[in-house]
Structures are given as structure tokens and as C-alpha cells.
């Protein structure tokens, strides 16, 4: 099948993109960070998107420690190890009566962290439960993760989180934890949710306290980038999940890239812009008007997938880990019965097929041959007839080994509008954008005018650029985060392109 660029925007507007905004400054009340450097503009620019952090000690970093309160921010005290400052916990709290958490120790099976037989973290706990019955709060317990230099006791080596924890727990049966706290350092969130699941036996809500791409070698940014993706996918939808908090802000820009500061003090990197600014939100009560471009991570429910960066030419995030027997919903509204084309853009690593599905029942089979990769892409289509109304459209697949970026669903025989980075040379760039986007234009000497518009059809902005257009800059930093249409026009060039931000 032959696909083409639309080049009007009423047909653009008929085939509305609507897709759940992942990108928004909706602040998540579980998101934070563990860092202890930040200067008030780092507070103010982390604050969009992240409302708590610690710094491995009982009081904030004096560059913040008047003013974080005016950024929404919770500040959350810790208990090192052996020779925690109990005085100074006390004045914190004391000072501070809003504050309801304290943090217990800090990777205590390991020997160069806090150093504690789980016989001795039990010992000193009834300090802190102390503590905590003085000034009214929670106890999230001993953080934990795989060490690599273990303590041991009684001739057990606890090299093994959950193993620590079991002996802590057996050695002090009545002690007051009423969170459980781990750190992971694995780079895909499927095995993060693995290990998340396995400290549910305790029956508790788990604080994640420290979490980044660190388990293996030659890291990248994109990695970094995928499991934040994936991870705050499925730790913002996670009720065991009670807080998290990404290892940590830096600034030296090197590997293995998990930075989310700057150098410049208040500047977010990619990876911060990321990590404050993307909200998946996974409603099963809302539903998109037929037609639309679904983004495949806007799912409202799932069974068994995962979401990861993409290198697609258009969105950010892909689902994948897609194995047999997994599925997807997506809630759509049709607007009249009849047929509708059904888009799907696949990358699949072998030949399969997948199901569209209502109530259980199949509706239309579609055979996809490989791709020859999970990231090479192609875009498949179906024929799909569809009644009046309000339908709970399911993806199923009997077989997995694909990767989906979106679906699109359209009236019968309209095409398809795959948002592409270049256009004969020309670009329109970055996507998703954030402060600058550029226009790349294969022309020097003409007028060239620039416009954008809201999927509603109104124009934000336009304006006509005269001179050197070759390379045009427009200020985005005002715009709300949604999706929207740039039209570029000179003697030469005729762009719709669809732009997130």
C-alpha cells in the first residue's frame, strides 16, 4: 500500500489525532528523586512533575532548605546506618511538624553502605520506632538490593535482598515497618516489575527509593530514556507502589547518562524533561472519538506488555514485551455504523498475527509477517465493520514477538498519516518538542510562512519569516503540552506535520 503525506488541514482535522496526553506538568505524588545538591532553581524546574527527594540525611541541603516548601516539595529524612543522629532526626521533626516519614537504612547488606547484621538493624529499630511514636510517623523500613559486598551472619552471606529482609523481620517479629524500600538498578522495567513483585510477600506498600539503567555495560541515553518510559508506566500504575525516586540529578553529563540536572543550575537534561514531564494515564472510563490516532502505550487496560522508547518515526514510546497471551484495550466512541480502516504500526521479529477483539469475541484476525526487527516498522491495515456507540476494542495475540508504536482508525478508504521527521530534505524538529522547535526549509531567499494550529482548528500562532529562511527557530516554551499541527508555506514547501510537545 502506497502511503502519502495529507497535505490539507481539513483532512487532518478528520482524522483528528486524539491520543491521552502523556506529556503534561500534572505533579504525581509518587515521583521524587534521590539527590542532595539542588539549588532553589533546580527545585523550581524538578517541582513541575516531582513532589518528594531525600539526600541520605535527616534535613534538606541549605541551598533549599527554606524555601522547598514554597515548590510543593515533601522532604523525607533518613536513618544512615548505626550512627544515625538521633538529636538532629528529633530537631528535624520537631521543626517540621507536616513531615510524616522517616527512611530507615540505607542498603544496610551492604559493607561499604550501612554495614548492618540484620540481628543489629533489628537492635537499633526500636530507636527510630521511638522516634517515629514522638512525632506521629511511618517507618519505611531497611533499603535494600543485590549485593555485591554482602555482610554476613551466622554463616549467611546476604548477597540476596528478600533473604536480608527475612532475617531482619524473623529478628525483630513486632517491629514497626510500615513501608518496604528497595533500590534497582536493572534497564528494562519488565524485570524492575519482576523484582517489585517479589517484595509483595510482605503485604506492605514499597517505597522504590533509588532506580536507574546501572546493571550493565555500555549504557546509553536512549537506554536511560526507555526504562523511564516503561518504568513510570508501571510505577505510577502499580498500588503497591507507593513512592519511587530516580538515582539521581549529577551533572557531569558522562556515562552512564542518568543525570537529570545540568550543568546550568535550573536547567532539566532530556532525561529530567523526561522524567518530570511524562504522565501516562491509563483511564478505563475515557474514551476516544472515532476517527483518531491512538498512541499504543494510551491503553486503558493491559495484560502482560511493557512500554519502551521507539525509534519510529513519529511518538516517543512503544508497548512491547508482547508474548502470548498478552492484550491491550483501547476505549473508542464511533460516531456511525459502518466500515473503518483499521491502521496498526508493527515491528514485528517474526511472523505472528494479532486479534481485534469485543467482549471476548474475535472480529478480525490480522496476519503480520516479520519485520526482520523489533524496531524496523511497517504499517499494516484492516477492514473493520463497527456499530454506532461506545466499544471496548481489544488486541490479542495468541502468538506475541511484535512491538506496536499506534493504531488508527478511520472512516473506510482514507489514508493514513505517518508523521515523518523530513520531507524531501526538509525537517521539522525535535518531536516531541520542549523550549525551540526548528524548521529546516530548502530555501534562502523567500517569505516563508509558518503557522500552528490546535487539532480544534484554531490558530495559536503565525507568522510570516522573510530573509534567510533556511533555518527558522520558534520559541515553544509557552505552549500547553498537547499535540499540534505546523503548517510551513513558501513557494516551495507545503507541510502539515503533527507536533507533541
Known amino acids: 500500500m502506497k502511503h502519502h503525506l495529507i497535505s490539507t488541514l481539513s483532512l487532518l482535522l478528520l482524522l483528528t489525532f486524539v491520543a491521552e496526553n502523556a506529556f503534561s506538568q500534572t505533579k504525581s505524588t509518587k515521583r521524587g528523586?534521590?539527590?542532595?545538591?539542588?539549588?532553589?532553581?533546580?527545585?523550581?524546574?524538578?517541582?513541575?512533575?516531582?513532589?518528594?527527594?531525600y539526600n541520605w540525611y535527616y534535613q534538606p541541603e541549605n541551598t533549599v532548605s527554606m524555601v522547598y516548601q514554597n515548590y510543593g516539595m515533601d522532604f523525607v529524612p533518613m536513618a544512615w546506618g548505626k550512627s544515625f543522629n538521633e538529636a538532629g532526626i528529633r530537631a528535624y521533626y520537631a521543626s517540621h511538624p507536616e513531615a510524616k516519614y522517616l527512611l530507615g537504612f540505607n542498603e544496610p547488606n551492604f559493607i561499604s553502605q550501612a554495614n548492618l547484621k540484620p540481628s543489629e538493624a533489628a537492635a537499633l529499630w526500636p530507636k527510630l520506632e521511638k522516634i517515629a511514636k514522638d512525632y506521629g510517623l511511618k517507618i519505611v523500613g531497611p533499603a535494600v538490593n543485590y549485593s555485591g559486598d554482602p555482610v554476613q551472619e551466622n554463616g549467611v552471606t546476604y548477597s540476596n535482598p528478600i533473604a536480608y529482609l527475612d532475617a531482619f523481620f524473623a529478628a525483630c517479629p513486632s517491629c514497626q515497618v510500615d513501608y518496604i524500600a528497595v533500590?534497582?538498578?536493572?534497564?528494562?522495567?519488565?524485570?524492575?516489575?519482576?523484582y517489585i513483585n517479589q517484595f509483595k510477600k510482605y503485604n506492605k506498600p514499597i517505597w522504590l527509593?533509588?532506580?536507574?539503567?546501572?546493571?550493565?555495560?555500555?549504557?546509553?541515553?536512549?537506554?536511560?530514556?526507555?526504562?523511564?518510559?516503561?518504568?513510570?508506566?508501571?510505577?505510577?500504575?502499580?498500588?503497591?507502589?507507593?513512592?519511587?525516586?530516580?538515582?539521581?540529578?549529577?551533572?557531569?553529563?558522562?556515562?552512564?547518562?542518568?543525570?537529570?540536572f545540568d550543568a546550568q543550575s535550573g536547567k532539566l537534561t532530556e532525561?529530567?524533561?523526561?522524567?518530570?514531564?511524562?504522565?501516562?494515564?491509563?483511564?478505563?472510563?475515557?474514551?476516544?472519538?472515532?476517527?483518531?490516532?491512538?498512541e499504543a502505550e494510551s491503553y486503558s487496560v493491559m495484560s502482560g506488555i511493557s512500554i519502551e522508547a521507539t525509534s519510529d518515526v513519529s511518538?516517543?514510546?512503544?508497548?512491547?514485551?508482547?508474548?502470548?497471551?498478552?492484550w491491550l484495550q483501547y476505549n473508542i466512541d464511533v460516531p456511525s455504523t459502518g466500515d473503518y480502516t483499521v491502521y496498526f504500526r508493527i515491528s514485528a521479529n517474526a511472523s505472528t498475527s494479532l486479534e481485534l477483539r469485543e467482549n471476548n469475541t474475535t472480529l478480525q484476525t490480522v496476519s503480520v509477517a516479520?519485520?526482520?526487527?523489533?524496531?524496523?516498522?511497517?504499517?499494516?491495515?484492516?477492514?473493520?465493520?463497527?456499530?454506532?456507540?461506545?466499544?471496548?476494542?481489544?488486541?490479542?495475540?495468541?502468538?506475541?514477538?511484535?512491538n506496536l508504536n499506534w493504531l488508527e482508525i478511520t472512516n473506510a478508504g482514507q489514508t493514513t498519516l505517518i508523521s515523518r521527521p523530513s520531507f524531501d530534505g526538509q525537517r521539522i524538529y525535535p518531536n516531541p518538542v520542549t523550549d525551540k522547535l526548528y524548521i529546516e526549509t530548502n530555501i534562502d531567499d523567500q517569505d516563508t510562512d509558518v503557522s500552528i494550529v490546535e487539532l480544534s482548528g484554531k490558530v495559536l500562532y503565525s507568522k510570516t519569516f522573510t530573509g534567510n529562511t533556511s533555518r527558522i527557530e520558534i520559541d515553544f516554551s509557552n505552549f500547553r503540552h498537547g499535540s499540534y499541527i505546523v503548517q510551513v508555506r513558501n513557494s516551495k514547501t507545503n507541510i502539515n506535520q503533527l507536533i507533541v510537545k
Open 33 to 53: 528523586i534521590a539527590y542532595g545538591y539542588q539549588s532553589e532553581a533546580d527545585m523550581a524546574a524538578i517541582s513541575k512533575g516531582v513532589s518528594w527527594w
Open 183 to 194: 533500590h534497582n538498578y536493572m534497564c528494562y522495567s519488565g524485570a524492575l516489575a519482576d
Open 209 to 260: 527509593t533509588e532506580f536507574a539503567c546501572w546493571d550493565q555495560a555500555n549504557i546509553t541515553l536512549a537506554m536511560q530514556k526507555g526504562l523511564i518510559l516503561g518504568a513510570l508506566d508501571y510505577l505510577e500504575s502499580e498500588p503497591m507502589v507507593f513512592r519511587y525516586s530516580w538515582f539521581n540529578g549529577n551533572r557531569t553529563g558522562s556515562s552512564p547518562y542518568i543525570d537529570l
Open 271 to 294: 532525561l529530567g524533561q523526561l522524567y518530570v514531564n511524562y504522565n501516562p494515564v491509563h483511564d478505563p472510563n475515557s474514551y476516544s472519538p472515532i476517527p483518531a490516532r491512538i
Open 315 to 326: 511518538g516517543i514510546a512503544n508497548v512491547g514485551w508482547i508474548d502470548a497471551g498478552d
Open 370 to 402: 516479520s519485520s526482520g526487527g523489533w524496531q524496523n516498522w511497517k504499517t499494516l491495515q484492516t477492514t473493520l465493520r463497527l456499530t454506532s456507540g461506545k466499544h471496548k476494542l481489544q488486541l490479542y495475540t495468541s502468538k506475541g514477538m511484535f
